[in-house]
């Protein structure tokens, strides 16, 4: 085994997370020593990994690249433009020579006596084992397992002749030319999907249990455009357009939750434009839940409406009775033939990278823990773990929580302090605990099935991850770092 090295810090991930997190390590503190470990062969994360055709965000990049760096392209971006713009800001700010690839972290332990992490790695290239020692560990795994999707189990699946494909592990020589091609789900997997392969495929149908929210609207942000024929900075123009996207994506979630009917009824005119009255939008396109409770797509110029009524492409809300040897049995009796079968069915959840903890020679259940506004949990001391939005691009929440993380290692710092942990204060102690978050707020299914993995929920602001973005942009910089909550040794 090689020496140990030590580190201020040790950054799990070097997703848009992790690598955020290295970049205002090093603005904002500068003497920080900190190495980020990531299991796979480059940076990125989820753009790196996910292959399948047409893969790109489904909200815009104007919030979700970081606010430190302009986002000069369209709304909507493709993975290879993403990873473009990270690998600028790995570039531009020399944030390389933190990052080590192909390092998966398998375990790590905290120790009281020392007041650190001891952390065990596995080169994926050379099977090496390593060994670090941390600090403080800043968990950027993301919230599901890499290596492989969800695909529920059906009846009959072993009996199908043609190719079953999830498409997190899309195969690079997948040949779907002239294939009748059935994909299951309708989240914004399917909605990118769909377009990227219709036109090369005899057909594709799109078989949903239950229909799903989309917003179509043109991939291009009007302001932005008038702002640069002004001659406007492009800095300028990145907090202008986020200011503005930012103020009206509040608005829209308020009036989801104040007038939800109102809303629904919105979005549902805005897919009937593109399919036409006498489209069955009853059975393909009207939710029974209301706005917000999963994330709501956007659709760049309607593209997969476009396919639907082009022919290439069909919708069918119906069930899975079993798969067969030519394709799909749904309850209705229907059968849908197909060649491949591609299931957007989800995630499964990591929640800690599959990573072993050990507090003190115990395992961590992390079901045990109270979580301290979705960062921080009672008896791990030494952690933060970025979990961001559901309703608002993650990475804004990737930054406020870095400027925190910065201010409390600086906080540690002053007061002479090894070890924070957040604890439950006197008056919590006869608090309600919650699942992590409230199915009537939120409830897709990855979180739905992972819930019993999760912390759990105080009926106080500091025990619950809010998602609420407007909240937390004043709330997090606000926190007293002195609070009872918070306890120091
Ligand atoms: C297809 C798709 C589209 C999406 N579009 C949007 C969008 O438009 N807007 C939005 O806000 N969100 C979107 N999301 C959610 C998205 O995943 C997050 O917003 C964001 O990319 C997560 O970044 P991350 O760095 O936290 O996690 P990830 O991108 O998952 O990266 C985590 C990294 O940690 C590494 N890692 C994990 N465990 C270990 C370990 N044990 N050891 C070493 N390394 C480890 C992984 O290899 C990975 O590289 C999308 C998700 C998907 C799948």
């Known amino acids: 085994m090689t020496p140990v090295e030590h580190f201020d810090v040790l950054i799990v991930g070097a997703g848009i997370s992790g690598v955020g997190g290295a970049y205002h390590l090093t603005r904002q503190r500068p003497g920080t020593s900190f190495v980020v470990l990531e299991a796979l062969d480059s940076f990125g994360g989820t753009w790196w990994m996910h292959r399948y ?13 970081y606010r430190f760096k302009p986002w000069e392209g369209p709304p909507i971006a493709t993975a290879d433009e993403i990873l473009d713009y990270m690998g600028e800001v790995v570039e531009e700010n020399d944030l390389a020579q933190y990052i080590r690839y192909n390092h998966k972290i398998t375990s790590t332990r905290w120790s009281s006596e020392d007041s650190r992490w001891t952390i065990e790695a596995t080169r994926t290239d050379t099977g090496e084992s390593l060994r670090f020692t ?19 189990e059906w009846p009959g699946m072993e009996e199908f002749q043609g190719e079953i494909v999830h498409p997190q592990t899309w195969p690079e020589d997948l040949d779907y030319a002239g294939k009748q091609v059935v994909v299951i789900g309708s989240g914004a997997t399917t909605a ?30 009007d302001l932005a455009e008038t702002l640069r024929e002004l001659d406007i900075d492009e800095e300028w123009i990145h907090e202008i357009v986020r200011r503005k ?61 476009q396919g639907l009524t082009s022919g290439k492409a069909s919708i069918v809300t119906d069930e899975i009775d079993r798969f067969t040897g030519e394709g799909i049995l749904l309850k209705s009796g229907d059968e849908l033939q197909a060649d491949i079968i591609i299931t957007a069915t989800g995630f499964n959840m990591s929640v800690l990278g599959d990573i072993d903890i050990e507090i003190d020679g115990k395992p961590l259940v992390f079901s045990d823990t109270v979580n301290y506004r979705g960062m921080m949990f009672t008896g791990v001391p030494n952690l933060l773990w970025i979990f961001g939005y559901f309703r608002a691009s993650w990475t804004l929440r990737v930054e406020l929580l870095a400027d925190f993380v910065c201010r409390l290692l600086a906080h540690m710092e002053e007061k002479g302090a090894r070890r924070v942990e957040v604890a439950l204060r006197p008056e919590d102690e006869d608090m309600e605990l919650l699942p992590w978050i409230d199915p009537e707020n939120f409830n897709p299914g990855y979180l739905m099935r992972a819930m019993d993995l999760l912390p759990r929920r105080g009926d106080k602001p500091e025990w ?18 002195d609070a009872p909550e918070f306890l120091y040794e």
Not at 138 to 150: L, T
Not at 270 to 278: E, K, P, Q, S
Not at 464 to 481: G, N, V
């Open 53 to 65: 055709p047409g893969i790109r965000s489904d909200s815009d990049l104007h919030t979700f690249g």
């Open 134 to 152: 941390a600090n403080f560990l800043w968990m950027c795994q993301g919230y599901y397992r890499h290596s492989e999707g969800y695909t529920p």
């Open 192 to 221: 990118t999907l769909v377009p990227a392969i219709a036109a090369d495929c005899q057909h594709v149908t799109v078989l949903q249990r239950s229909p799903t929210y989309f917003v179509p609207g043109r991939n291009r942000n």
């Open 245 to 305: 996207i930012l103020h009206d994506q509040a608005t829209f979630t308020q009036r989801s939750f104040d007038e939800p009917e109102k809303v629904k009824s919105e979005l549902l005119a805005g897919v009937r434009a593109y399919l036409g009255a006498d489209y069955d939008m009853e059975t393909h396109f009207t939710p029974s839940y209301r706005p917000w409770r999963q994330r709501i797509a956007f659709v760049p110029d309607g593209d997969i409406f």
């Open 464 to 481: 619950q991850h809010s998602q609420d973005y407007w909240r937390e942009k004043d709330e997090i910089p606000a926190i007293d770092l």
